[in-house]
Nanobody
């Protein structure tokens, strides 16, 4: 029943932009903190951005000033706007949902982002 479906990944040149979307279903969206993680081959999965239930956000130092996370509760969707992309941003990006009280975690299947000339 629970689904997190990422979309919006692709190939982009350095300095370009992409907007990732994560469509959620099967759980109470408003009761979950949402986040984006990424993982490059040979590297650990890292937190990129998080938005909590109350709307506060936090970002990895490597993306501050370039990425923006937001959520649309009416659409049960979380977004990641990525600007001024760099080759080191290349990774599979995963959507994550964390239950505020239950601590349950759900993950999407990931979407590939490749930044290359």
């Amino acid at each position: 029943q629970v689904q997190l479906v990422e979309s919006g990944g692709g190939l982009v040149q350095p300095g370009g932009s992409l907007r990732l979307s994560c469509a959620a279903s099967g759980f109470i969206f408003s009761s979950y903190n949402m986040g984006w993680f990424r993982q490059a081959p040979g590297k650990q999965r890292e937190l990129v951005a998080r938005i909590i239930k109350g709307g506060s956000t936090n970002y990895a130092d490597s993306v501050k000033g370039r990425f923006t996370i937001s959520r649309d509760s009416a659409k049960n969707t979380v977004y990641l706007q990525m600007n001024n992309l760099k080759p080191e941003d290349t990774a599979v990006y995963y959507c994550n949902a964390e239950g505020v009280l239950s601590k349950r975690n759900y993950w999407g299947q990931g979407t590939q982002v490749t930044v290359s000339s």
